[in-house]
């Protein structure tokens, strides 16, 4: 089995393995794919996790694109209308003043699907990379993006409590 090594040092055969990775279960995470199941996946040993409305992530994808930034990981959820961004761990906390997206803790759990597999509600958007993992999205270049895309948004799609609809 060919592996890639990551830039922790530690070598993946694939997607699936380097998230699977952050699981308590990691052989249990990939059965459950295997299967066409979703699986948990934890926040922080492998990555942080940003977490942002699915309209806004959108926009910041098309702003990082357009800027000719790298565009890592992320997973959109349809039913939840949401989309959780994979960053280096540890560098999570550099967004946490940033209108609109909130930095899950350490050992938060995420429901996934299977990576390249669309399940009818969540898809894993992936960098046309052969080796997708090794390189997630810079937290600076993500904040630019969100701030952007923020301002970019009409006033009547934000409300007043901070949040976007």
């Given at each position: 089995m060919n592996t890639t090594r990551h830039a922790t040092g530690l070598c993946y055969p694939s997607m699936a393995h380097w998230l699977a990775a952050s699981s308590l279960q990691p052989r249990a995470v990939r059965a459950f794919w295997a299967q066409g199941q979703t699986a948990t996946l934890i926040s922080g040993p492998v990555w942080d996790t940003i977490e942002m409305p699915l309209a806004l992530s959108s926009l910041t994808?098309?702003?990082l694109a357009y800027r000719g930034r790298h565009v890592g990981?992320?997973?959109?959820?349809?039913?939840?209308?949401?989309?959780?961004?994979l960053v280096e761990t540890g560098r999570g906390q550099e967004l946490a003043d940033v209108e609109h997206v909130k930095v899950l803790p350490p050992n938060c759990p995420i429901t996934a699907s299977t990576p390249g597999t669309y399940n009818g509600d969540q898809l894993?958007?992936?960098?046309?990379?052969?080796?997708?993992?090794?390189?997630?999205?810079?937290?600076?270049?993500?904040?630019t993006a969100v701030d952007d895309a923020v301002r970019s948004r009409p006033a009547t799609h934000r409300n007043r409590t901070g949040g976007t609809s």
């Amino acid at each position: 089995m060919n592996t890639t090594r990551h830039a922790t040092g530690l070598c993946y055969p694939s997607m699936a393995h380097w998230l699977a990775a952050s699981s308590l279960q990691p052989r249990a995470v990939r059965a459950f794919w295997a299967q066409g199941q979703t699986a948990t996946l934890i926040s922080g040993p492998v990555w942080d996790t940003i977490e942002m409305p699915l309209a806004l992530s959108s926009l910041t994808a098309t702003y990082l694109a357009y800027r000719g930034r790298h565009v890592g990981p992320y997973l959109l959820c349809g039913t939840q209308s949401t989309a959780w961004w994979l960053v280096e761990t540890g560098r999570g906390q550099e967004l946490a003043d940033v209108e609109h997206v909130k930095v899950l803790p350490p050992n938060c759990p995420i429901t996934a699907s299977t990576p390249g597999t669309y399940n009818g509600d969540q898809l894993w958007v992936l960098p046309e990379t052969p080796c997708p993992w090794l390189r997630l999205t810079a937290t600076d270049a993500l904040r630019t993006a969100v701030d952007d895309a923020v301002r970019s948004r009409p006033a009547t799609h934000r409300n007043r409590t901070g949040g976007t609809s």
